[in-house]
């Protein structure tokens, strides 16, 4: 029996009540199936297909934006919902999320179709693919749409919109299509590979341009090779933000292909479909260049150049052709796709035309040495270098009229120098062209300036080097090896006059040496001459000063002294005049005495010495003449002087060497030696009387007579005043010779 429970007032069997709930249940279920309860996730979305519909299905066109059956426009967020299955299928499907700092693209399944030449559906103002009815209402187009997502989660209609990441492709599978997977598939790699999930990030450091290529729009016109400028002020009402809003570039006139306009630093959102970015280096004019632009695009402009020039035109910037102005060192965001940069030097150009050898620039790598033919059929090959330089305002000028550097030297340099200095060579022999090679430089760089002007370019020199033989040939190397003994005969005499004067002056330098070393004792010979002159300068001064104080002292002194003497003047002269008096007459007094005593003694010596000469004349008359005199008085000294010597007479020794005249040898006896000078003829011959004078003779007989007359005559008595006597002429009488 069943169990039984009881509800209300009585008891119902247990099974019964289980299959009364269970019945329940299952009606709820149906009822719930039937009505369509639905409960979304909030992380979810359920797109909505409808199975049927009194309006009946669509035929072209996958969202229902009619009531149709077909995927219905409206998804369903999270929450309770109730659509009933015998007429709607849900899709649940997740979110789409955008990460930061990355782009989602937008495929539309539904929409109006895109016409010839459009690539990427419009953007609908207003819309962000959220509200497909509204964008489908709005015209908008099927296919790859020109709006990106930027970062967020968005709620899509998945079966409307394809979204694509770089991580996940959202979308909603309609049926077992293989074609529409690879369609999508092919988008999302050809998304990878330009890096279209990000971002274009331009870092300053990288100096790079980013050069853009629209892939939707109107084609260029004929002719064009880039798209113009177009929406890039910020007041154009159709400013694009660098191509970062589509819609706006279109509006205002752009064309699809490579931009003339750049990006440069700074972080792009652009549309991978709509614009490709190319990042180039940045254009850099370094210092010691200037760059010569050649524009592909803009208008045709008007010539510059002048009517002279006639090798191209030149226009202003911005217009097609080579721009007037070059660019100055600098960096450029330079669109190398609308024009070419060329680089010409403003420094210095050294041209070598060596083989294997070129300059800083290369524009010589293909240049070699000028071969010669001399006056004497000598084939020298001559180096030589050669120093330009280009005015940066005529830069465009070379640029325009040869295309770049290397091709001025290679097809009008090369060949004008080559030939210039084959026409020298052909004037000279080997030996003139050694020998005049500073003359030949001097001249080239004169003569080949004009013709360097006429390609607007400046010569600064002309450098050659020493020609030398071809390969295999040594004749220049003979001539060079007799030029070198030459030079080094000529050399050898220079050293040797050098030499030369190098000892002159050595012995030059030797002698100031010395002097030198003596010069301190000079210097200081002459600084002691100078101090002493300086010394006796103030010494003289001194006495001058002290000259003057005496002399004013002295004139003081002499005028006290004036006024002393004056009194006392008076005073001597009284007292001399009696004292004079007094003096002249004792003066006289011993006058008188003197004088007489004095003759007296005059007198008196004068008769002594007449009486002696008168005595030793009688003694020579006694003698028998002055020889015997002489000879007497000879031997009486003599016989003195042995005396007092004690020399002996005869000699104790005698020695006779050698023979003499007649058997007599030669003695050597001074009293042998005295009697026979006293015997010999000599002694005789100065025994002569020696001349006298005659008149000097008279004075003294006369004073012999007077004196003899004296002494015979009578003594007188002295008077007082005694009278003159005749003694005066006595003082005149010469004395007589000594015997």
């Not at 979204?163 to 988008?187: H, K």
């Not at 002691?528 to 006796?536: A, C, H, L, P």
Request: net charge negative; hydrophobic share 40%.
């Amino acid at each position: 029996m069943a169990p039984l429970i009881r509800i209300g007032g009585g008891n119902v069997n247990l099974f019964v009540f289980v299959q009364w709930i269970v019945y329940g249940l299952i009606g709820l279920l149906v009822a719930l199936w039937i009505l369509g309860f639905r409960v979304i996730r909030n992380d979810r979305v359920a797109i909505v297909e409808k199975w049927w519909s009194p309006r009946g299905s669509l035929k072209d066109a996958i969202i229902a934006v009619g009531g149709e059956a077909g995927y219905q426009p409206d998804v369903l967020r999270g929450g309770i919902h109730f659509r009933t299955p015998l007429m709607y299928r849900l899709h649940v499907m997740p979110l789409v999320t955008i990460t930061q700092g990355k782009i989602g693209y937008v495929f539309a399944r539904d929409g109006v179709p895109l016409p010839p030449g459009q690539t990427l559906g419009k953007v609908i103002p207003g819309n962000s693919f959220e509200n497909v009815k509204a964008f489908i209402e709005a015209g908008g187009q099927r296919g790859p749409q020109r709006q990106i997502l930027r970062e967020g989660t968005y709620a899509f209609n998945l079966a409307q919109f394809i979204v694509i990441t770089e991580t996940q492709i959202y979308y909603l599978p309609m049926g077992t299509s293989a074609q529409e997977q690879a369609t999508i598939q092919m988008m999302a790699q050809h998304l990878s590979a330009v890096d279209g999930f990000n971002p274009i990030v331009i870092k300053g450091a990288d100096d790079k341009t980013g050069i853009v290529t629209v892939n939707d729009g109107p084609s260029l016109p004929m002719g064009d090779i880039i798209a113009p400028n177009v929406g890039d002020k910020q007041d154009d009402p159709n400013y694009h933000n660098n191509f970062q809003d589509p819609e706006a570039f279109l509006a205002g006139g752009g064309f699809r292909g490579r931009q003339y306009q750049v990006l440069t630093e700074g972080t792009y959102f652009v549309n991978r479909l709509f614009a490709t970015v190319e990042l180039i280096n940045k254009i850099i004019v370094p210092v010691g260049y200037t760059g010569v632009v050649v524009s592909y695009y803009g208008p045709k402009g008007v010539d510059t150049s002048g009517e002279e020039y006639r090798h191209g035109e030149l226009v202003a910037m911005g217009n097609r052709g080579v721009w007037s102005e070059a660019l100055m060192p600098g960096k450029y965001a330079f669109n190398t796709y609308a024009g070419s940069i060329s680089m010409v030097p403003t420094t210095n150009i050294i041209l070598k035309w060596i083989a294997g050898q070129s300059g800083e620039h290369n524009y010589d790598e293909n240049l070699a040495e000028v071969n010669l033919i001399t006056k004497d059929a000598f084939e020298p090959l001559l180096p030589l270098s050669v120093v330009i330089h280009i005015d940066y305002k005529k830069a465009p000028l070379v640029i325009q009229r040869f295309g770049d550097i290397k091709m001025l030297v290679n097809q009008t340099l090369d060949p004008m120098v080559s030939a210039y200095f084959k026409n020298i060579g052909q004037t000279m022999t080997i030996i003139e062209l050694l020998q005049k090679r500073a003359d030949i430089q001097e001249r080239s760089s004169l003569e080949m300036k004009t013709k360097f002007e006429h390609y607007n370019l400046e010569l600064e020199e002309v450098l050659i080097g020493t020609p030398h033989s071809q390969a295999g040939d040594d004749k220049i190397e003979q001539i060079l090896m007799q030029l070198r003994d030459r030079q080094v005969a000529m050399e050898k005499l220079e050293t040797y006059e050098k030499q030369r004067i190098a000892a002159d002056k050595e012995r030059e330098l030797k002698e100031a040496t010395a002097t030198a070393e003596q010069q301190t004792m000079l210097t200081q010979s002459e600084i002691n001459i100078k101090i002493q002159e300086n010394s006796g300068r103030a010494e003289l001064q001194r006495a001058t000063q002290d000259a003057e104080r005496v002399k004013t002292l002295a004139a003081a002194d002499a005028e006290r002294v004036k006024l002393l003497a004056a009194g006392d003047a008076q005073k001597v002269k009284v007292m001399g005049e009696a004292d004079a008096t007094k003096i002249k007459l004792i003066g006289e007094a011993d006058a008188t005495r003197i004088k007489l005593t004095a003759e007296a003694d005059a007198e008196k010596e004068a008769k002594v010495g007449i009486g002696k000469a008168m005595a030793i004349e009688e003694q020579v008359r006694a003698y028998g003449g002055p020889q015997l005199q002489l000879i007497q008085d000879v031997m009486g000294k003599l016989a003195s002087a042995i005396e007092t010597a004690k020399i002996p007479i005869v000699p104790s020794t005698y020695v006779q060497m050698g023979e003499g005249g007649e058997g007599e040898g030669s003695s050597a006896n001074a009293f042998s030696l005295l009697m026979t000078l006293l015997a010999t003829e000599k002694l005789a011959a100065t025994g002569a009387p020696a001349p006298t004078d005659s008149e000097q003779a008279e004075a003294v007989r006369a004073v012999k007579a007077a004196l003899r007359e004296q002494m015979t005559s009578p003594v007188q008595p002295v008077s007082a005043k005694p009278a003159p006597t005749a003694v005066p002429p006595a003082k005149s009488e010469p004395k007589p010779p000594k015997s």
